[in-house]
């Protein structure tokens, strides 16, 4: 079955893998989940959303970040100034995951690597009858 949102803000190929692996991912850990696919994008409450996907539960008392995740396309494994968006994303304590490219995973954790940088997971992603295939 395919999840992919008929949405007329979906416009990249990044905001489509951004759709779609947050509507599976808030089905398999059970949360609210919020996206940012561009500039007007709405963030979750409580705090400036700088991650593409962030899974949070809401509580009386306020709600509570669980988890985010970046997703990342060809283009933007190839820009400088990727490193210091995850650092940016990133939340202490809160587990922050990675999506790439099939086939960049060297890349990406030498990027990682050299921002000294840690992502909890570092999925890869693809694309099968025009679906996300998260490998």
Not at 46 to 71: K, M, T, Y
Request: proline share 5%; hydrophobic share 40%.
């Amino acid at each position: 079955m395919s999840t992919i949102l008929r949405e007329s803000r979906i416009e990249t190929v990044h905001d489509q893998i951004v759709s779609e692996v947050a509507q599976r991912w808030a089905k398999a850990f059970q949360c609210r989940v919020t996206i940012k696919t561009g500039p007007d994008h709405n963030s979750w409450d409580d705090a400036p959303q700088e991650s593409d996907i962030v899974g949070w539960d809401f509580s009386p008392r306020g709600n509570r970040l669980l988890w985010s995740a970046e997703v990342e396309t060809e283009d933007s494994l190839s820009d400088p100034d990727t490193h210091r968006k995850w650092r940016c994303a990133a939340v202490p304590g809160i587990p922050i995951y990675l999506l790439i490219p099939r086939g960049t995973r060297a890349l990406a954790e030498k990027m990682a690597a050299s921002a000294d940088f840690r992502f909890s997971s570092i999925y890869e992603y693809g694309f099968v009858n025009g679906v996300v295939q998260i490998l």
